[in-house]
């Protein structure tokens, strides 16, 4: 399965944008790349996925490089409900099934 | 819509019990998914499933058994519970490949 990198921590200010960045270079022509967070004692919650085209929701937005084997999940204007870990994972749609998590990257917002 | 419903929410067990985690959805999704999660950490893959009457093993199987009568259930049993398994147990579901996952509020199980 192909493994992405994320850092450990990141830190913010409230209402400044912030930008989360993901390695994945052995990523495959059938990966898609989904971003999950991860609120305290809560479930892993959907944020966004692409392929290869830059894709924007109401939550975030999703750059990829154009060689596809990094990207960079950006929030607009960071809040304190924004504090949470950001797990970036590899979705293979060929074997759509078994779709593994690394350790996330945790982002505190201070105000 | 409920999504992905989790019973139970909270469970002791004494070591070597045995005991099913029930998983639930109602969005006709094809894949379904176990993941366990220890404090601090990420989460880990135990065993998923591509549709009805089939499964598969993940990253960490062993000690946990699944199986997929209908599309809308994926019960997770637990064989004989060791504190090893301690953690809290995360259902998800989801539609095409391609899709993003929908989870569910978790079990957390404590083994004594």
């Known amino acids: 399965d192909a493994k992405t990198t994320q850092p450990n921590s990141m830190e913010s200010n409230e209402e400044e944008p912030v930008h989360l960045p993901c390695n994945h270079s052995?990523?495959?022509?059938?990966?898609?790349i989904h971003w999950y967070r991860q609120l305290p004692s809560q479930g892993p919650e959907y944020v966004i996925h692409?392929?290869?085209s830059n894709v924007n929701n109401r939550m975030a937005s999703l750059a990829i490089a154009e060689d596809r084997k990094s990207s960079t999940l950006i929030l607009h204007r960071a809040t304190l409900r924004d504090a949470a870990v950001y797990y970036c994972?590899?979705?293979?749609?060929?074997?759509?099934?078994?779709?593994?998590f690394g350790d996330g990257t945790t982002l505190t917002v201070k105000p | 819509n409920a999504g992905v419903t989790q019973t139970p929410k909270f469970q002791v067990l004494k070591t070597g019990q045995s005991m099913t985690l029930q998983c639930a959805q109602d969005?006709?999704?094809?894949?379904m998914s176990w993941y366990r999660q220890d404090p601090g950490m990420g989460l880990r893959l135990i065993h998923y499933?591509?549709?009805?009457?089939?499964?598969d093993q993940g990253e960490v199987p062993n000690g946990y058994n699944v199986s997929r009568s209908t599309t809308e259930d994926f019960p997770l049993r637990l064989l004989s519970a060791a504190p090893s398994q301690t953690s809290v147990y995360f259902c998800?579901?989801?539609?095409?490949?391609?899709?993003?996952?929908?989870f569910g509020s978790g079990t957390r199980l404590t083994v004594v």
């Open positions: 998800a579901s989801s539609g095409t490949g391609g899709s993003g996952y929908t």
């Open positions: 052995t990523i495959s022509g059938t990966d898609y």
């Open positions: 692409g392929l290869t």
């Open positions: 994972i590899l979705r293979d749609w060929a074997n759509a099934g078994k779709s593994t």
């Open positions: 969005m006709n999704h094809e894949y």
């Open positions: 499933s591509v549709g009805a009457g089939i499964t």
